[in-house]
């Protein structure tokens, strides 16, 4: 199955936000919310989730949550996220009822092995692409994640790995030494770099991305260079294995 650009970045953003937040917490704790009726209007399950957050942060100034909002397989909409904040059982389950979820919930206080955080965050953000029951027409446009609290948005949608920056730069290059061509020399002896006409955008891309890799690569300082590989894996993994993969 073929995902959305937006969704696959969408997962990257959400598991690098719960990862850190897994990480920063003193007891991270995973919890599940459903509601005992069919909701399947978002309006009225955001306004449910709207009143028991500010529950939550009433009764714990700290509290910090990621999550995602997915569709269960009768259409209900169900929420999976993390906290950083223990609960009493009783007191949690009687605010969600007040707030219009159902007594169904899960909860769970993670270890403190070190692969929990990933382990975690794989499993909650596999319902922004394969384990969701969204219907692609109906729910387009929805907004789904969830960001409760100061600094758990650690990274955004405008995040660009380390990898795509330096493929970025290799084109910049290449395009500003276009500029310098003749009207003459771009339009009778275009370069081999340079979009043909019967090319789509994804093929040209995926013919000239190695070359402007070197490109870029070869522009950097030592110094730009270390950055670039502590910023993510992408680069690295690319240079040991050359896979493509930018989230």
């Known amino acids: ?33 459903t509601f005992w009726e069919n909701v399947t209007e978002k309006p009225y399950a955001n306004k449910c989730w709207d009143k028991f957050s500010k529950a939550l942060r009433k009764q714990h100034p700290g509290f910090r949550f990621v999550g995602v909002w997915a569709r269960q397989a009768r259409g209900a909409w169900h929420i999976h996220g993390v906290c950083n904040t223990r609960f009493d059982i009783e007191w949690l389950r009687r605010k969600a009822m007040r707030c219009g979820f159902g007594t169904q919930m899960f909860v769970k206080e993670l270890d403190s092995d070190p692969k929990t955080p990933e382990k975690i965050s ?8 394969d384990k969701n029951c969204l219907d692609s027409e109906r729910d387009k446009g929805v907004r789904r994640t969830i960001f409760v609290g100061k600094n758990v948005k650690v990274i955004d949608m405008r995040y660009k790995s380390g990898l795509k920056r330096v493929v970025s730069r290799g084109r910049e290059i290449l395009q500003d030494a276009d500029s310098t061509l ?19 955008w994804g093929d040209w891309y995926r013919r000239c991305r190695a070359h402007w890799f070197d490109l870029g690569w070869a522009s950097l300082t030592d110094e730009e260079r270390e950055e670039i590989l502590q ?17």
């Open 1 to 33: 199955m073929k995902y959305r650009p937006v969704d696959v970045l969408r997962k990257f953003v959400l598991r690098k936000c719960i990862e850190h937040l897994v990480v920063t917490s003193e007891h991270a704790v995973w919890f599940n919310l």
């Open 122 to 129: 794989r499993y909650i953000t596999g319902y922004v692409t």
């Open 182 to 200: 003749t009207k003459f020399e771009r339009e009778f002896s275009p370069p081999e770099h340079r979009k043909k006409v019967f090319e789509t």
């Open 231 to 247: 910023l993510d894996y992408y680069t690295q993994r690319y240079l040991d294995t050359g896979q493509w993969s930018y989230v």
